[in-house]
Nanobody, 127 residues
Framework: QVQLTEAGGGLVQAGGSLRLSCAAS????????MGWFRQASGKEREFVAA????????DYADSVKGRFTIPRSTPKNTVYLQMVSLKPEDTAVYLC????????????????????WGQGTQVTVSS
């Protein structure tokens, strides 16, 4: 079955950097668009970043543009979330998601467009 396993979360000071990873198994990775979402305590889950299946198209939430990037590695079946200039408001559980698609260039920005989810990894940014 499909499994998504996030790693790389932790505690970091404001202005610092972290790289999250999401290792996928049980699927043909290059047939899936990938996304990152986050959920802060007491708040709804929100979109962070997305990458298309294979042409490298990306989208970002306005709140993270210029600070976060979402590269993917097909040989490693892994998508990353590279985060720099972290702010306390970035504190949340970060979850990766996967969606099977025939569209090589489309990104998906809403929760209900994704088929599979990881368990999440906590990111805490101290001020």
């Amino acid at each position: 079955q499909v499994q998504l396993t996030e790693a790389g979360g932790g505690l970091v000071q404001a202005g610092g950097s972290l790289r999250l990873s999401c290792a996928a198994s049980g699927l043909t990775f290059n047939l899936y668009a990938m996304g990152w979402f986050r959920q802060a305590s007491g708040k709804e889950r929100e979109f962070v970043a997305a990458i298309s299946r294979s042409d490298g198209s990306t989208d970002y939430a306005d709140s993270v543009k210029g600070r976060f990037t979402i590269p993917r590695s097909t040989p490693k079946n892994t998508v990353y979330l590279q985060m720099v200039s972290l702010k306390p408001e970035d504190t949340a559980v970060y979850l990766c998601a996967a969606r099977s698609t025939a569209n090589t260039g489309r990104t998906y920005l809403t929760e209900d467009e994704y088929d599979h989810w990881g368990q999440g990894t906590q990111v805490t940014v101290s001020s």
